[in-house]
C-alpha cells in the first residue's frame, strides 16, 4: 500500500509540520500588523479628537453655539468619522453629528462613560489607550470610540459670558466614533494573502520533499527492498546498483558485500553437501538415517538399496525395525540411547526373504533440525558363515583327537554287553539250569549297556553337528560342563588325571547354546589335560597328583565358571598371544592352535567374558564370566 511506504509517512510528516509553523507564523504576523494598525488608528483619533477640542475651543470661550455646532457637523462629516458629540458633565448630548440623541442623557455605565466612571470610581485622568474602546455597530461592523475630556481651564471660569464653577474639574467630553471597516478590510486581505501563500509555500514544500525523498530516499530503497525480495527467492547474482555515497549508498554496497559472501557460503555448502553425500552414497556398507522417535527411515544410501533389495521409495515409507524381526527389533528400540551403540549379529532380512546378519554401528545426530541415528550397516553373513565353519572344523579336529577316549569310552559298554551275551549263549547251548530270574539280570545289564554305548554315540553325533547360527536358549551351565566328560571321562581316567566337579546346583539359566558351550568347556578341559600331561613329563620324581577342578557360582548377576588345572602353566611370553586364532605351542598335528579362539568367540557371542584369572608352575585358572539371563 502506497500509504504504508517510509516515503508517504516522510512527505506527509514534514508537509504537516511545515503547515503548523506557517499557520503559527501568519498568525502572530497577522495579530502584529492588526495591533499596530489599531495603535496608529487610536493616535491618530486622538490626534483628531485634540485638533477638534482646540479648534473648538474659541467658539465655546465666545458662547457661540451655532458655529460651533457647524464646525462639529463639518468634522463629522467626513470620511471616515462615523460621530462627534459632546456631552456635558451630567452626561447630557449638548450636541451630536447624529441629530436625534441631542438631550439624550446617558448615565455613568454607558459604555463612553464606563471607561473613567467604571465601578463608581471617582473620575481619573487616563491614557490615550485606555480613552478609546471597540464596539460593533448594529449594522456590522465595527467602530473605535475616543473620548477626550474637556478640562475646566482659567479662561472658562473666568470668561464674562458663561462662568463655571472653578472647581468643577471635568466640563464635558467630546467623543469621536472612527470606522474601523476600512483597517478590518485591509487585515482580511492580508490574512486572504497570508492565507494564499501558506497554501502555495506547503504545496511548493510538498513537491519539493516529495521530489527530493523519491529521488534520495525512495528509488534507493525500492532498489534495496527488490534486492532482498531477490535474495529471498534465490537469487544471489544479481547486484544491488550503488547509486550514491551516503548512508544508503553504503548500506547497498554491504547489502552486496552480504549477497556476494552469501553465494560464496552457499557454494562452499554445496560443495561440501555434495562430497558427503559422495562419501554417503559411495561407502563400501549400507548406511540409513533413522528418526530416533518413531525409526522412520529418512534417508539411504545406493549400497543399502543393492543389499536389501528395496528400492529408495519403499525404504522411506518403513520403518528401519521392519527390516529385521520382531525380537531384533526390541533389542535395537531398548538399545538406541542418545550415544553411538554397537549392535553385534543382527537379523535382517532382504526384500526377497533371505536373511542377513549384520552389525550395526549406530550414532545419534541432528539431521534437517530432527533427532536421527546414522545406523552404519556391516553386512556379517560371510563371516558367520566361516565362523561356523570354523567353529565346525574346530568341533572334528576336537572328535579326531577324542577318538581314541571315545573307543575307550564305548569298549567299557561293549565288553559288558558281549561278557551278557557269551553268557546267554553258554545258558542255551549248554542247556545249564539258570533260574529266570538270573537270565533277566543279564538281559537288563546288556540294555542298560546298549543305552548306554548309544547315549555316547548319540552325543557324539549331537556334538558333530553343524549348525548355521544360534538360536540361543536359556540353559544350565552346569549341563554342558557334565556332558564335556561323557566324552572325555574315561580318557581322563585312564591317565589318571582326576576330575573334581564343584558345582552349585542352584544357578539361575544363562542364555546360550549347550552344544556350543561344551565345546568351549571341552577345549578348555583338553587344554587342562595337555598341561597336565605336559607336567608328568618333566617332574620325573616327587609326588605329583594330577587333577582338573570345575567350580561354578553365582557372583553378583554373573555367573562364573573357573577350570582349574595343576598342569606346567603358561609362559609369560605367550600369554597375550593364546587367544590368537592358529596360536599354539603344541607340536604339530597336537594342536590346531584353534581352540582358544573358537572359545573365545562363542563366549562373547553370549555376551560373556573369557580370561587366565592365574598362571605360573603351580597350573592354570581360566575364568568364564556370563550374564544371568533375564527372567
Ligand atoms: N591350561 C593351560 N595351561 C598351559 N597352557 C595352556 C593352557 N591352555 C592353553 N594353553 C596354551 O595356549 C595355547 C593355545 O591353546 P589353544 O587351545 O588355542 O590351542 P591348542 O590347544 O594349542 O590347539 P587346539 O586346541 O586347537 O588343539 C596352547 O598351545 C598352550 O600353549
Ligand atoms: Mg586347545
Given amino acids: 500500500m502506497w500509504y504504508r511506504s517510509i516515503g508517504f509517512k516522510l512527505i506527509f510528516s514534514v508537509g504537516i509540520a511545515v503547515m503548523l509553523v506557517f499557520m503559527v507564523f501568519s498568525y502572530v504576523n497577522l495579530e502584529a500588523q492588526r495591533k499596530q494598525l489599531l495603535q496608529e488608528m487610536v493616535r491618530n483619533s486622538n490626534l483628531v479628537s ?41 452626561g447630557e448630548i449638548i450636541y451630536s453629528s447624529d441629530k436625534k440623541e441631542v438631550g439624550t442623557v446617558l448615565d455613568k455605565t454607558a459604555e463612553q462613560c464606563y471607561a473613567c466612571h467604571s465601578k463608581e470610581k471617582p473620575f481619573k485622568r487616563l491614557s490615550t489607550t485606555d480613552r478609546s474602546r471597540i464596539f460593533s455597530t448594529a449594522k456590522g461592523y465595527q467602530l473605535l470610540g475616543m473620548i477626550n475630556p474637556i478640562y475646566n481651564e482659567p479662561d472658562c471660569f473666568s470668561a464674562s459670558c458663561h462662568v463655571h464653577p472653578k472647581d468643577q474639574e471635568v466640563l464635558g467630553v467630546l467623543d469621536i466614533d472612527v470606522s474601523l471597516r476600512e483597517i478590518n478590510d485591509l487585515i482580511k486581505d492580508q490574512r486572504n494573502k497570508m492565507v494564499l501563500f ?100 529418512m534417508d539411504v544410501n545406493i549400497r543399502a538399496i543393492e543389499t536389501y533389495g528395496y528400492s529408495r521409495e519403499e525404504f522411506l515409507s518403513m520403518s528401519f525395525l521392519d527390516l529385521g524381526d520382531e525380537e531384533e527389533a526390541e533389542k535395537i528400540q531398548s538399545l538406541v540411547v542418545h550415544s553411538c551403540i554397537f549392535l553385534p549379529k543382527i537379523r535382517h532380512r532382504k526384500k526377497d526373504g533371505t536373511v542377513l546378519y549384520v552389525n550395526i554401528h549406530s550414532c545419534p545426530r541432528q539431521h534437517l533440525g530432527k533427532d536421527v541415528i546414522i545406523a552404519n550397516i556391516a553386512d556379517i553373513s560371510d563371516r558367520i558363515q566361516a565362523e561356523a565353519q570354523l567353529i565346525q572344523a574346530g568341533k572334528m579336529a576336537t ?108 544357578l539361575p539359566p544363562i542364555l546360550g547354546v549347550p552344544n556350543r558351550l561344551e565345546q568351549v568347556f571341552l577345549n578348555l578341559v583338553m587344554n587342562a589335560r595337555d598341561a597336565i600331561l605336559e607336567k608328568k613329563e618333566i617332574m620325573v620324581n616327587g609326588d605329583f597328583h594330577p587333577c582338573i577342578t570345575i567350580r561354578s557360582y553365582c557372583e553378583g548377576d554373573k555367573i562364573v565358571v573357573d577350570v582349574i588345572d595343576n598342569g606346567i602353566g603358561i609362559p609369560e611370553e605367550v600369554k597375550d598371544r593364546i587367544f590368537e586364532p592358529f596360536f599354539t605351542t603344541k607340536e604339530v598335528g597336537k594342536g590346531t592352535g584353534l581352540g582358544l579362539s573358537i572359545s573365545y568367540g562363542i563366549v562373547k557371542d553370549y555376551g560373556g567374558s573369557i580370561q587366565i584369572e592365574s598362571t605360573g608352575k603351580e597350573g592354570t585358572t581360566f575364568r568364564i564370566t556370563f550374564p544371568v539371563a533375564d527372567k
Fill in 50 to 90: 485634540e485638533v477638534i477640542k482646540r479648534s473648538l475651543r474659541y467658539n465655546m470661550l465666545q458662547y457661540n453655539p451655532d458655529q460651533l455646532y457647524q464646525a462639529i457637523d463639518t468634522i463629522g462629516a467626513q470620511e471616515g468619522i462615523e460621530k462627534v458629540r459632546i456631552f456635558n458633565a451630567r
Fill in 198 to 297: 501558506t497554501l502555495l509555500a506547503v504545496s511548493g514544500i510538498f513537491i519539493i520533499i516529495a521530489v527530493l525523498i523519491n529521488r534520495l530516499l525512495r528509488q534507493p530503497v525500492k532498489q534495496l527492498l527488490e534486492g532482498t525480495e531477490r535474495v529471498a527467492a534465490g537469487d544471489l547474482m544479481t547486484p544491488i546498483p550503488v547509486t550514491s555515497k551516503d548512508e544508503l549508498g553504503i548500506l547497498a554496497n554491504s547489502f552486496n558485500q552480504m549477497t556476494a559472501r552469501l553465494r560464496d557460503s552457499e557454494r562452499e555448502l554445496k560443495a561440501s553437501e555434495e562430497k558427503y553425500r559422495s562419501l554417503f552414497e559411495n561407502d563400501p556398507n549400507p548406511i540409513f538415517v533413522v528418526d530416533l522417535e518413531t525409526f522412520q527411515i
Fill in 399 to 506: 572328535l579326531g583327537e577324542m577318538s581314541a577316549g571315545v573307543a575307550h569310552e564305548l569298549n567299557q559298554p561293549l565288553n559288558a554287553i558281549r561278557v551278557g551275551t557269551e553268557y546267554l549263549h553258554k545258558i542255551f547251548t549248554r542247556n545249564m539250569k539258570v533260574s529266570e530270574e538270573v537270565v533277566k539280570k543279564v538281559c537288563n545289564e546288556v540294555i542298560s549297556q546298549v543305552e548306554r554305548a548309544s547315549s555316547i554315540i548319540n552325543h557324539l553325533r549331537e556334538f558333530g553337528r553343524k549348525s548355521e547360527v544360534d538360536e540361543l536358549d536359556k540353559i544350565d551351565i552346569n549341563k554342558p560342563i557334565r556332558d564335556v566328560f561323557t566324552l572325555l571321562g574315561q580318557q581322563l581316567r585312564v591317565r589318571e588325571i582326576e576330575v573334581k566337579l564343584e558345582l552349585d546346583d542352584n
